[in-house]
């Protein structure tokens, strides 16, 4: 499993978008699926995929959260046919951000918000090894600009398996950037890449929880050290959710709980979803005493 996992959530009127995603990246599928009844969005639907090998979890349970283009998606193409490709079929119905044309980083590269809203960055790699096809971005602005690099740090100090990797600082000159803050910086986090940049431009967006990373632990001592070292504001935190010092939201959620929705049954689940909707962080005993029906 996959320690990090990049966590969406839609409206539910936009569940044909599992079918866009799926069928615009080669080695995808749909893995599993459950409904959760009687929560605060009614009854949810949510959905685990791979895309391209990847794994990513959907959330269908209603219009709270839009996506920005805070978080987006780095997609490293091969060759220029698949650059063209995975452009026209991500980017039919949306809004470029950038247009796809030659860069001096890229030969070959758009930015887009799919249909969905969702972002995408479709860059053709030009013989580079893609040891990563899909890669996750944030961007740091407004009260963030310049605290890319800081997050990193901190980020990686967080995981085993974490480092920081290629980083590219903004020169003099590149108004309205201030020199020696993060262009793009690289870095693995528990054994995935991630990308940062900071950007001092005006933007009409930040992190919200349309995008979280849900973050798998073994057990309790896990839950509780991550939870203290990330959660930053009281109130977000609910069921499992929280917001780090940045604003980004993540998911600290036990192994188990993916355990109990291949194997529960519904009452089992019904159960299960009561007890942590009362919870802000997870209390693994609590969650099994509700699983068992105890």
Not at 62 to 75: Q, R
Request: net charge negative; aromatic share 12%.
């Amino acid at each position: 499993m996959q320690k990090i996992t990049p966590h969406l959530w839609f409206d539910r009127r936009s569940r044909d978008a599992l079918a866009l995603y799926t069928g615009a990246f080669e080695n995808s599928r749909v893995k599993s699926s459950a409904t959760l009844a009687n929560t605060p969005s009614g009854s949810v639907e949510i959905v685990v995929l791979e895309l391209a090998g990847q794994p990513f979890q959907c959330l269908f349970a209603g219009p709270e959260f839009k996506f920005t283009p805070a978080v987006s998606f780095l997609v490293a193409c091969a060759t220029r046919e698949e650059t063209e490709t995975l452009w026209g079929r991500l980017s039919a119905n949306g809004k470029i951000l950038m247009p796809f044309a030659a860069y001096p980083f890229s030969e070959l590269y758009g930015w887009c918000l799919d249909r969905y809203g969702l972002s995408w960055q479709v860059m053709f790699v030009s013989g580079r090894e893609i040891e990563q096809k899909i890669t996750p971005m944030l961007m740091f602005i407004g009260p963030n600009c310049g605290k890319a690099e800081e997050a990193m740090l901190f980020y990686t100090s967080l995981f085993p398996d974490s480092a920081i990797g290629h980083l590219a600082r903004y020169g003099a000159g590149e108004i309205p950037e201030t020199e020696g803050t993060v262009k793009y910086g690289a870095f693995t986090l528990a054994g995935q890449t991630l990308v940062v940049m900071d950007s001092a431009r005006a933007h009409p967006f930040a992190f919200n929880e349309a995008i979280s990373f849900m973050v798998h632990c073994a057990d309790q001592q896990e839950v509780d050290r991550l939870w203290a070292a990330l959660s930053a504001d009281p109130r977000a935190e609910q069921c499992g959710w929280l917001k780090d010092r940045y604003g980004l939201s993540w998911q600290i959620v036990p192994n188990m709980m993916d355990e109990m929705m291949q194997r529960g049954s519904p009452e089992q689940m019904a159960r299960v979803t009561q007890a942590f909707l009362k919870m802000k962080k997870f209390d693994i005993a609590k969650l099994q005493s509700a699983f068992d029906g105890k």
